[in-house]
Nanobody, 115 residues
Framework: QVQLVESGGGLVQPGGSLGLSCAAS????????MGWYRQALGNQRELVGTVTSGGSINYADSVKGRFTINRDNAKNTVYLQMNSLKSEDSAVYYC?????????WGQGTQVTVSS
């Protein structure tokens, strides 16, 4: 079955950086649109960024210029590099794979930005 396993979350101070990884298995990774979403306590899940199979990237306005998403098809892995973190970036971050209209989700990893 499809598995998306996130890693790299944790506690970081405001202005700091953190990198997340998502390893995918059981899916034809190179054809999937891969993305990162986040959900803060009491809020709806929201888009952070996506990267298509062709490498086109889309970011939420709130993270443009600070976050970078990329994928490695050889490793079936998508990454999210987060710089200049703010307290409002605190959330559970979820990896998403979309293939032929079907969404798959990871279990999520907590990112907390606090001094």
């Amino acid at each position: 079955q499809v598995q998306l396993v996130e890693s790299g979350g944790g506690l970081v101070q405001p202005g700091g950086s953190l990198g997340l990884s998502c390893a995918a298995s059981g899916i034809n990774f190179r054809f999937a649109v891969m993305g990162w979403y986040r959900q803060a306590l009491g809020n709806q899940r929201e888009l952070v960024g996506t990267v298509t199979s062709g490498g086109s990237i889309n970011y939420a306005d709130s993270v443009k210029g600070r976050f970078t998403i990329n994928r490695d098809n050889a490793k079936n892995t998508v990454y999210l590099q987060m710089n200049s973190l703010k307290s409002e970036d605190s959330a559970v971050y979820y990896c998403n794979a979309k293939l032929f209209g079907v969404n798959f989700w990871g279990q999520g990893t907590q990112v907390t930005v606090s001094s």
